[in-house]
């Protein structure tokens, strides 16, 4: 079985070393580039207003002052100097990004490097992907990133589904067998499949489609790592793999989606929803609801011009985009009955005191010429037209996000200390949410980013070139175990 890996005579000594290697990330550069931004406002993400920014010093990737009275600027420094009408946010994280496409209709494969560079310039600073279709390409990536040899947001792996989804729709329920999840898979194999993805450095893990059982293996794995988790609970035949109230006891971390398996108000048992609620606030249980996805085809008719802004189509190549725009529209995610019920769980949530748990998250649909870094404004849209306040929608975009995973000791907040990951919007997103997609500046890591530069970088990239480049673009389906081999 392939899952004999060369290096677990070593494991024991590593895994002292995961929880730290999963909170840090490699020291600050204190001999970079001094950065003064000065003038405009700064909304921190600790409060529900924004305040004048007297200045923000940064200093390699770090911010090392807020509200700074420093007025000099030497010849080793650069000053970003901001009109009255600019705010100051902290770099957006998206807690359900997915970097994968499907041109064939034979399963999704990720593409990180042009699709890093979409969620950049819409101020995503840092990426959760939900589940990988190819992990690898996902790890190059983020490793290239964080090394400085190429450009994106700080990628945050999850590695494979932990479920049947790693054999994407070919599996209805978790019963369907899969041979990248099969059905006699055991309790150490779940556990060694833990260890490895752990090893390679991922952030928290995405279960789909596995039973009670496995659900409570792999949680209970993931916690010796410290990595959180999180579960789409529903399979495809509309019902619980696992129940919300069931995942929530065993230890989950994030829900996914939705709360009930109710299509609409008149089917939801508002007992059960309040129960779920009270549980989640006591355990203090993270909720995505992906408003976007649900509402798709529908949402974006009603809101045409909000939700729809710009020409996203140009930044696949030729062939790509006329593959898809082949296709015509798909049908909608959900019907408004089901989207209805969605937002209801959403504001109990909210009303019962849960505005801190409530993360942003795209999940972009992936058949279509729209790509999931715009997707991630379509979010914050959705999510004001649900009836959350402006600020609660900026709050889960960015402080909540990092405190679900764990890391809002270096991001999420605009304060000394933190890593340098900032945008400047034109306009008050306060007021209005869509000044959040109306970008002048990205700083990830310390690096300041022009936004149309990164978009014009992209046009014409994302697909396949011609009817002889598709190798890269159909998706393998690696089994669980394989003979004779021992690494992945």
């Known amino acids: 079985m392939w899952l004999g890996y060369w290096f677990i005579a070593i494991f024991a000594f590593c895994a002292s070393n995961f929880s730290q290697a999963q909170t840090s990330w490699p020291e600050t550069n204190t001999s970079a580039t001094t950065t003064l931004i000065r003038g405009g406002w700064i909304f921190d993400s600790l409060r529900d207003e924004r305040r004048r920014n007297s200045g923000i010093l940064l200093q390699g990737d770090q911010i090392v002052a807020v509200d700074t009275a420093q007025d000099t600027v030497t010849i080793n420094s650069k000053l970003i100097q901001l009109t009255d009408d600019q705010t100051i946010l902290s770099g957006f994280i998206d807690l359900h990004a997915h970097y994968s496409l499907d041109f064939f209709y034979e399963g999704r494969v990720d593409e990180a490097y042009y699709n890093s560079l979409v969620y950049l310039a819409n101020g995503v600073t840092s990426t959760w992907s939900a589940g990988e279709m190819n992990p690898q390409r996902i790890i190059d990536q983020r490793n290239k990133i964080q090394d400085g ?63 009670p059982h496995e659900t409570k293996i792999i949680i209970d794995q993931a916690k010796k790592h410290g990595l959180t988790t999180t579960g789409h609970l529903a399979n495809y035949l509309v019902e619980y793999d696992v129940s919300t109230l069931d995942a929530i006891t065993m230890g989950m971390d994030r829900i996914e989606h939705q709360l009930l398996l109710a299509l609409s108000p008149q089917e939801a048992d508002p007992n059960e929803l309040a129960e779920i609620i009270q549980l989640m606030i006591d355990k203090q249980v993270y909720y995505d609801p992906n408003l976007q996805m649900y509402g798709s085809v ?24 006329g593959l898809l725009e082949a296709r015509g529209s798909p049908p909608p995610e959900s019907d408004w009955a089901e989207y209805r019920q969605r937002v209801i769980e959403l504001l109990e949530l909210y009303k019962a005191g849960g505005a801190n748990l409530i993360v942003t998250g795209t999940d972009e649909p992936v058949y279509t010429t729209l790509l999931a870094g715009f997707a991630y404004h379509r979010e914050l849209f959705a ?34 200390g933190k890593l340098a990951d900032i945008i400047v919007v034109n306009g008050n997103p306060l007021k209005d949410i869509t000044a ?53």
């Open 149 to 211: 040899e190429a450009i994106g947001p700080r990628l945050l792996s999850s590695g494979p589904y932990f479920g049947g989804f790693r054999c994407e729709y070919d599996v209805k329920v978790a019963e369907d067998d899969c041979v990248a999840w099969p059905n006699d898979i055991t309790d150490d194999e779940i556990r060694q499949e833990v260890d490895y993805w752990t090893n390679t450095g991922i952030r928290s893990i995405k279960i789909k489609q596995s039973t």
């Open 436 to 488: 959040a997609r109306d970008i002048a500046h990205v700083i990830a890591n310390g690096i300041i980013h022009n936004p149309n530069n990164l978009l014009q970088s992209v046009e014409n990239r994302i697909g396949p070139k011609n009817k002889d480049d598709h190798e890269f673009w159909m998706l393998e389906i690696p089994p669980l175990r394989r003979e004779n081999t021992s690494s992945r």
């Open 298 to 321: 529908n949402l974006r008719q009603k809101h045409i011009h909000d939700m729809i802004w710009t020409d996203e189509a140009k930044y696949f190549t030729p062939y790509a985009k």
């Open 383 to 416: 999510l004001v037209d649900a009836g959350l306040p402006n600020a609660v929608v900026l709050k889960a975009g960015t402080i909540n996000g990092a405190k679900a995973l764990g890391i809002d000791n270096l991001v999420g907040t605009i304060k000394p």
